[in-house]
């Protein structure tokens, strides 16, 4: 099975940078698409970004352009790096496999974007 633990979420003003790591254990992490998800209050969870076991990408289009996702199989580690932020970035952000299954949903990380 896979656990997974989000960390790297905070407090930013708008247009700064955060970065964010998802951190798997228990796994063959290397076969999994992995992806970020993040949920604000009031609304559905949301896909923001997916990555394959070799590095291809895929992103909200609300995000290209801002945010890179990355992953080091070595470490079990998927990364998001998030610049140019927004008050709307503002959710808990999840990761979980690119299908993502219900028993891998953890705590997540809050990320606030305010000024």
């Known amino acids: 099975q896979v656990q997974l633990v989000e960390s790297g979420g905070g407090l930013v003003q708008p247009g700064g940078s955060l970065r964010l790591s998802c951190a798997a254990s228990?796994?063959?992490?290397?076969?999994?698409?992995m992806g970020w998800y993040r949920q604000s209050p009031g609304k559905q969870r949301e896909l923001v970004a997916t990555i394959t076991s070799g590095g291809s990408t895929n992103y909200a289009d609300s995000v290209k352009g801002r945010f890179t996702i990355s992953r080091d199989n070595t470490k079990k580690t998927v990364y998001l790096q998030m610049n140019s932020m927004k008050p709307e970035d503002t959710a808990v952000y999840y990761c979980n496999l690119g299908s993502p299954k219900s028993a891998y949903w953890g705590q997540g990380t809050q990320v606030t974007v305010s000024s």
């Open positions: 228990g796994s063959i992490f290397s076969l999994y698409v």
